[in-house]
């Protein structure tokens, strides 16, 4: 077993910290600049092992030396309770929303299930109070829009983010193309009827801070300006107190237990319905989607060569029906239907100005305890055998799935 600590930030530095700050915001990030501080010699430290270099306040992260992304969120519109026709459009839309993305623009889709912060959930439904008359009619919907969510959602907030990103070779020419790409986002998802919001860096450092400290009920308190005045990264605002990783299939981050796991796609055919009964777990969990688009003519070739070797498989299946004396025309439905299948996306590639995206759909399942921890990746395990999906276990220790 070995753990990942906080690293120690320049010493002989002050923080002046705002006089607006509470006694109890004031402790907050006095321990947290303590602990950012302490060394025990280890050269690797958790925020070290949070993967980015930089967080712009305008919401622009560089990842790696070329690489920058931005982070949209978005709000859920009622498909499955809309008309057929309704949802014929709203999928329709959506194909284009997704043909949107050529091979420069990644982008990756996040499902998150975090435990409700309080205080901001009182925050974010209260409505406000006006002279007129009406506000005992306020106070009462503010009171069962408490009630019912708290009931509803087992004190978990569910939000859904896309993230996108590009190469560049500097921050003078990587934003002018994000803000662009960012503005047809946004102009797509409205005509989706998609309520969204643009991130900020300060908004996504507090999602990431969310994320790391799922197990605790540590506040997120931090200013741009504390940047300079205690030589300290945005990292050590965000950490959590440590990474361990005790076995290869589990992982500790601060006191949660947690493991990956990624979605093996066996069945021909996916439905939506696989998301929702995951998003339905009552459980803080982190479903990411990463997505990239194919270069149209690589596309084309990859389908070419799946059809040729469907087609010798199926050659190699009449000659055994041959020699075994049975009809030649009896094959495997497996090959029939992939080479169907294939013929058809082979044809909407050509044709139909249609991508070809590969997807890597994976899991985080937490649990306060080790058994809620194997709890929770059993039900997720048996919605995607539900589907005809598996769900397979990524060990860290050995860099394999199992």
Request: hydrophobic residues 35%; charged residues 30%; contains cysteine.
């Amino acid at each position: 077993m070995f753990s990942i600590p906080r690293k120690k930030p320049k010493e002989n530095v002050r923080l002046e910290l705002p006089k607006s700050l509470s006694k109890k915001e004031r402790k907050q990030v006095e321990r947290i600049i303590a602990d950012a501080k302490k060394n025990d010699g280890v050269p690797r430290t958790a925020q070290q092992s949070i993967p980015f270099q930089r967080m712009f306040q305008d919401g622009i992260c560089r990842t790696g030396n070329n690489y920058y992304t931005k982070t949209i969120q978005f709000q859920d519109i009622n498909y499955q309770l809309a008309q057929q026709e309704d949802k014929t459009a709203i999928f329709d839309e959506w194909c284009g929303f997704l043909n949107f993305f050529d091979s420069s623009v990644h982008f990756e889709l996040s499902f998150m299930n975090l435990s409700t912060d309080a205080a901001d959930f009182e925050k974010n439904i209260r409505i406000p109070l006006k002279n007129d008359g009406f506000n005992d009619v306020r106070e009462e919907y503010s009171r069962m829009l408490r009630t019912q969510l708290s009931q509803g959602n087992n004190g978990l907030t569910k939000t859904k983010y896309l993230t996108f990103g590009i190469e560049a070779d500097s921050m003078k020419q990587a934003k002018p193309r994000l803000i662009h790409i960012q503005t047809d986002l946004l102009n797509n998802f409205r005509r989706l009827g998609v309520v969204t919001k643009v991130l900020t860096g300060k908004e996504r450092l507090k999602l990431m801070h969310d994320m790391f400290h799922l197990g605790d009920k540590d506040r997120f308190y931090f200013e741009w300006k504390w940047l300079a005045e205690s030589g300290l990264s945005v990292k050590d605002f965000i950490a959590p107190t440590s990474f361990s990783f005790p076995g290869g299939r589990t992982f500790r981050m601060g006191n949660l237990y947690g493991a990956m796991s990624y979605l093996a796609i066996t069945a021909s055919d996916l439905s939506d319905q696989l998301l929702k009964d995951l998003l339905d777990m009552e459980s803080s969990q982190i479903v990411t989607m990463h997505i990239r688009s194919l270069d149209q003519n690589k596309a084309i070739k990859e389908v070419k060569h799946t059809i040729t070797e469907l087609d010798r498989s199926k050659i190699e299946e009449q000659k055994k029906a041959v020699r075994a004396g049975y009809d030649m025309d009896i094959i495997p439905s497996d090959l029939a239907t992939y080479g169907s299948d294939a013929k058809d996306l082979l044809k909407e590639l050509q044709s139909q100005n249609e991508r070809m995206f590969m997807v890597t759909f994976l899991i985080m399942n937490t649990g306060a305890t080790k058994q809620e921890l194997d709890n929770n990746i059993f039900q997720a395990s048996s919605i995607a055998q539900n589907h005809s999906c598996n769900l397979r276990r990524l060990d860290s220790s050995r860099n394999r799935a199992l």
